[in-house]
């Protein structure tokens, strides 16, 4: 570009294009001389924005953003931003191989996840060795540990909504491989042929764990009738009716399958055997709409047609569940004011359900109490149905001051199978106690949180129609202090009382429950951050949380931990380039023992009795069956401790480019313990260790 008669003076030049970083230079121009500069722009990394928003509303636009590159090199994880998830605070981590979300001291069920608006099933597939959504289509990733919107309902412990990102928009093709010895995956995404403003996004991946793990299998002695194998496919269309509004439709899913043989069965389990069977699968087709109506009025809606199953057998033992549902959200947002901001939405959740089950039935009166589960005779029960959940929210955004703001809110939600109507009252506040830098906010909330009961424990004649949903009180406060321009920590404390939980007890010579709301709980924790925000070099943060989670299961039962719950969670992670294309990265973990409830006592206690029965002897099958040595999760297994390296490089050529990485998990071998075995008849007990070292090896070439 050239400017001409320019009068001599200082000049501030700014340079933005599509795809680079922006840049401001000043230059200096003298009477009667020509300047002639070159500019150079930096690429700009694609970004992934995760929002932690702790306590925090949706409705407030403050993020903890971690770049695209910061995602794929955090060790441990393979590249998944998804499982970035597990090194936040709040967050547990799972047993190995399970795929599962446990935050803030609440059940795996008690946390929902979304993509792009929709509920989804499972967010990780088999063994939580990857997510069902890759990294490569997402724009962000919010994150609600608790006090959440009343936008989100039905859900007492966390959310996780996942939005997708649109398809590049430069009018180019664009794709990916990748591979490595987990699974590999394709994205193709450009313009579609002869329609305006209009994009295509396309996506798959397979693993082929099954090659390596099926051949263990065999040699361990099970046959292996089909290998663990999970894919996910994605596609979608984007378009523009008019400039203010975007049109998407979208159809993605997920299908996780793994079925054995078992020849010889457990000692104590004489009767199971033959095929032990896992299948879980979901499917999404979705149409969402997005509108700005004018500068103070915007309009979101999202329709989806789903359909989940889940499939467990062992023998003739088994559980299948079919949902077929239709979801739909309508949100309308209006700028009242400068400093007022109303949000209302409709939120419905209905389909039809099918439940199929065959269980052996507890011990009729005058049976043997040691009798193996798997011996006792069986009982079948099917069920199905339909459900209607519709729901209404309304929030106000307020900000009586440029450095104060407060979110009261108030969600209805009515459950037709139990005729139960839900009121939910929230408010989120924060306060910049100091402004600009080092920035100081306070920030608090207080909301109710319902839960309706899941399907098998209020649909006759599986459960009671009469349960209610369960009720949880969320109250956190926090602060977030700027201490450089690079580092930044927060300290946030909560507390859960959890009433009107579901407990069960057996109905006597049937397979059913008696269901009822008599359960109750707390869950009381802090949460510390301190992080270093990317810069050209580095990137890092360490997290600790401290937290406790009980329940009471009925009236005049005595308070125990629960399963889940986990005192100390301590993650130090960073990356750092070391240039020419290198960058190297470790992650180190600490975390308290998983409880378990044992059988038998640990001989290395003083309290340990030598001499205690620990199982009694059924003789028509000549098995032992346990007697619990001590209350439901009652004994800590040893503490978890595991250290993560990754070292990534990458070349860069004229029109793609090509990286590829080593990923090691456990790089020091530790026999961390995940469980407890025992002998034939309880008489010895033995750790039961998780993943040794494992390294993971991948190549990516894009353009």
Known sequence: FVFVDLPPGRYQVTVAAPGFEPLSVEEEIAAGEQLEVKYRLLPRGEGLEVTVRGDRPPREVTKRTLEQREINRIPGTNG???????????VARPPTLAGLL???????????????????????????????????MLEKIDFYPGNFSAKYGRVQGGIVDVALRSPKED????????????????????????????????????????????PVLEAAGAGVTQAPVYYDYQALLETEPTPSSRLRLTFFG????????????????????????????????????????????????????????????????????????????????????????????????????????RAPAPNRPGEP?????????????????????????????????????????????YQDLNEQLTVSPRVNGRVDVVQGFPRTTVKGGVGVFHQPPQFQEVIPPLGNPGLKSTRALHYAAGVEQEITRHIEASAEGFYKQLDALVVGVNRPGSIQLDYQNAGSGRVIGGEFLLKYKPDDRFFGWAAYTLSRSTRVPGLGEPERLVSFDQTHILTVLGSYRLGDGWEFGARFRLVSGNLVTPNVCNVNELSCDAYRTNALFYAPTGTYTP????GPSSERLPPFHQLDLRLDKSWKFKRWQLSAYLDVQNVYNNANSEAIQYNYNYTARQYVTGLPILPSFGLRGEF
Do not use: W
């Open 80 to 90: 998944d931003a998804l499982r970035s998830l597990q090194n936040l605070p709040g």
């Open 171 to 214: 009018g180019e093709l664009h794709g990916l491989a990748q591979m490595d010895l987990i699974d590999a995956r394709v994205l193709l995404e450009g313009p579609v042929p002869f329609l305006k403003n209009t994009r295509f996004m396309v996506a798959g991946r397979r693993s082929y764990i099954g090659e390596s793990f099926g």
């Open 254 to 357: 997920s299908d996780d399958a793994l079925e054995l043989l078992l020849s010889d069965p457990a000692p104590n389990e004489p009767a199971l055997s033959g095929n032990v069977g896992l299948h879980t699968a979901f499917q999404r087709l979705q149409l969402r709409y997005d509108h700005e109506l004018t500068d103070r009025d915007r309009l979101d809606a999202v329709l989806a047609i789903a359909r989940d199953d889940a499939d467990f057998g062992v023998g003739p033992i088994y559980f299948q569940l079919d949902l077929k549902t239709l979801s739909g959200r309508l949100e309308y947002a209006r700028r009242l004011s400068k400093g007022a901001v109303l949000n209302a939405g409709v939120d419905v959740f209905a389909g039809l359900y099918a439940v199929n089950l």
């Open 102 to 136: 446990i935050v803030r001291g609440s059940g795996p069920q008690d946390t929902q996840t979304f993509v792009d608006g929709t509920q989804v099933p499972l967010i990780y597939h088999f063994g939580g060795l990857s997510s069902v959504v890759p990294t490569e």
């Open 369 to 413: 109490p040691n009798q193996p589960f798997s011996t006792r005779s069986l009982q079948e029960v099917s069920r199905d149905g339909s459900f209607f959940y519709p729901a209404g929210y309304v929030e106000l955004e307020l900000a009586p001051s440029p450095q104060a703001k407060i979110v009261p809110g108030l969600r209805l939600d």
């Open 627 to 630: 007697i619990p040595f001590s």
